[in-house]
């Protein structure tokens, strides 16, 4: 099982157990050690996972953080767990002072639902008061596995996970911004628009016009977008469903196709309907094509030309015709010398088919 299924799986067992958990420790046994499973760490390592790590804080001694994962010896990743009822928000302080007492690059705040991951960008030794990294295992979103698994022991580099982090709690902050203009547009954001599209002053009564114009041409915007993106994804599906079946398709007849054998007495009737044909109908004219459960006598080597069919591939054998309305007429025949019987019929039907063509008459 690959990591991104791990954790997808772990998500479905939080959602699935956590009414039944009732304390921090629970959460810790339940969900987080787990967790800590998840990116690859012995939990009952203390080379690699040291719980209730000592973290002093000046002459406050024997202060603890609840996990601490370890490489080469050095705390690499700090763990702070809360119950899953509780809300993150009032216990980062908590982390804050652990952080800046050990030569750990990252602290982890998580009550095993929502998790939220610290460093030091704004200040060295010193967790910023914004995680670079926050995601909930009830809302999974595929480019966050991505991001997580670079804390996976496989292929942890500290350095690029710092890299990294910069630039995603920047992105966060900016898609945080855009969420709060598109719901409630600030006015210096208005005030953006109205210089681009706006000829006269911006008065109280023109900013507050634009405001909800903004406002709503935004989220038309966005849906837009959805719906271009649902529809091309649809379109791809659409073309990828047609090829399937037209691969299915191929399969079945190229199937079909070796089932199909042209037998002695098929070849022989053939022979007969083209000298009953060369009457009236040049030799290269005439063709014949095999199926399954008859050979097709065909001008010009094309289907909609039928001038007959010979049924040779059950007990009774018959010679069918179809005439304008597409519908076929078989009669029985005992023996292959049977079909000159029928060959008023087979020139007719010939006849009607190359109607308006001129036809050649071949003479001793």
Known sequence: MDFKDQIKQLGERVVRLKDQIQTEEATKNAFIMPFIQALGYDVFNPLEVIPEFTADIGIKKGEKVDYA????????????????????????????RYFHTTKSKFGLLTNGIQFRFYTDLMETNKMDEKPFLEFDFTNMKEQVILELKKFHKSYFDLNSIVSSASELKYSNEIKGIL???????????????????YAGKATEKVMTQ???????SLNQFISDIISDRLKSALEKEIVKDIEQVKLANDQTKEEDENKIVTTDEEMEGFFIVKSILRTKIESNRIFHRDFQNFLSILLDDTIRQTVCRLWFNG????????????????????????IYDYSDQIIKAAERLTKGVATKTITD
Do not use: A
């Not at 490489?71 to 993150?88: A, H, Q, R, S």
């Open 179 to 197: 969420t709060n203009e598109i719901n409630e547009p600030t006015t210096n954001f208005v005030k953006f628009f109205v210089s681009q599209v």
């Open 210 to 216: 634009f405001t909800e114009i903004v406002k709503r």
């Open 315 to 338: 007990e009774k054998k018959y010679i069918g015709f179809i005439d304008e309305n597409k519908k076929e007429s078989k009669f029985e025949i005992s023996k292959l010398d049977d």
């Open 69 to 96: 994962i370890m490489k080469d010896g050095c705390p690499i990743i700090l763990i702070e767990c809360k119950w899953w009822g509780e809300n993150l928000d009032v216990h980062n302080s908590q982390l804050f």
